[in-house]
């Protein structure tokens, strides 16, 4: 096992759960040290975050990031789950629905709305998963949650099925949008595919498939990590600020320096002289960065 620092875009295969993915990329980087960021189904596909090493330290500001799906709805079925793997629950004919109409029902499903959270979900009730609790035939009552649909498009329709471009702030479930939205055009629907194009920063073009993966490391150990993405840029919309050697080496002890000119964000990366990562920092009211998370390679 060996030290590997970076963030692995990966685009995770349909049929196994985020963490045999994730044991599957340990062994082929033969990493010390790594975990996932915003877990996919085993029946999605696509995005995944891989963190190495350090990149571990920045999985939260990840896991506060806005995602992206393709997902494929199939009008008429509900299912237990809301999904391919629930058993059906409900059948409805859909009828002859209108493209019209349907971008009339996405429109009210744009924005901020609330959203009433699965029992087939992680939550907890009573220190016991909420999906645990379904599996035993229970239901327990669940809060509204606020969600953002930041885009919500038709790709496709051919009258039993229709695919949907989704952008959404954390927290939100597919399954149950898609299960609203069957419901608004009054015949129920449930999700039949999912794949997850973006998160944060990262978007589909970065993702490496795990065939590739296996190819890089015939290549040799060169190869295969020029495949992760710098720690940094999981921090890309945030402002950069580059500190001088002094306030570099007061930063990485944790104190809080003043920087002339420094940005007004609330979050800012911190580099040294020599354009090497530090971390992040929080900009304070009195005008100095205080070190949040710090990393250390080498």
């Known amino acids: 096992m060996r030290n590997v620092h970076g963030i692995l875009v990966l685009d995770k295969p349909v049929g196994i759960s985020s963490n045999a993915a994730l044991q599957d990329v340990k062994r082929l980087f033969r990493a010390r040290k790594a975990g996932h960021t915003g877990s996919l189904d085993?029946?999605?596909?696509?995005?995944?975050?891989?963190?190495?090493?350090?990149?571990?330290?920045?999985?939260?500001?990840?896991?506060?990031?806005?995602k992206r799906y393709?997902?494929?709805?199939?009008?008429?079925?509900?299912?237990?789950?809301?999904?391919?793997?629930?058993?059906?629950?409900?059948?409805r004919e859909p009828g002859n629905i209108p493209e019209s109409r349907i971008h009339d029902v996405l429109r009210r499903f744009t924005?901020?709305?609330?959203?009433?959270?699965?029992?087939?979900?992680?939550l907890k009730h009573k220190g016991k998963r909420l999906y645990e609790l379904a599996r035993e035939g229970l239901e327990v009552e669940r809060t509204p949650r606020e969600i953002r649909i930041r885009r919500l498009d038709l790709v496709a329709f051919d009258g039993e099925r229709l695919?949907?471009?989704?952008?959404?702030?954390?927290?939100?479930?597919?399954?149950?949008?898609?299960?609203?939205?069957?419901?608004?055009?009054?015949c129920g629907a449930h999700v039949t595919r999912l794949r997850r194009t973006g998160l944060g920063p990262y978007v589909?073009?970065?993702?490496v498939g795990m065939d590739r993966l296996r190819e890089l490391v015939t290549e040799g150990t060169t190869a295969l990590e020029e495949s992760l993405q710098p720690l940094d840029s999981a921090l890309s919309t945030h402002p950069g600020l580059v500190l001088n050697n002094d306030l570099a080496y007061y930063a990485r002890t944790g104190q809080p320096v003043l920087v002339p000119g420094a940005p007004a964000d609330d979050l800012v990366r911190l580099y040294d002289e020599h354009n090497v990562f530090l971390g992040i920092g929080r900009m304070l009211d009195d005008g100095r960065v205080a070190p949040k998370r710090l990393v250390f390679i080498g």
């Open 163 to 186: 695919t949907l471009d989704i952008e959404c702030s954390k927290g939100t479930y597919v399954r149950t949008l898609a299960e609203d939205i069957g419901e608004a055009l009054g």
């Open 204 to 207: 589909e073009s970065d993702m």
């Open 70 to 91: 393709l997902a494929e709805c199939t009008l008429g079925i509900r299912t237990t789950t809301g999904d391919v793997e629930g058993e059906v629950m409900q059948r």
């Open 111 to 122: 924005g901020v709305i609330e959203q009433m959270p699965p029992m087939y979900s992680a």
């Open 42 to 66: 085993p029946i999605a596909s696509g995005l995944l975050l891989i963190c190495f090493g350090e990149a571990t330290k920045l999985s939260a500001f990840l896991l506060e990031a806005d």
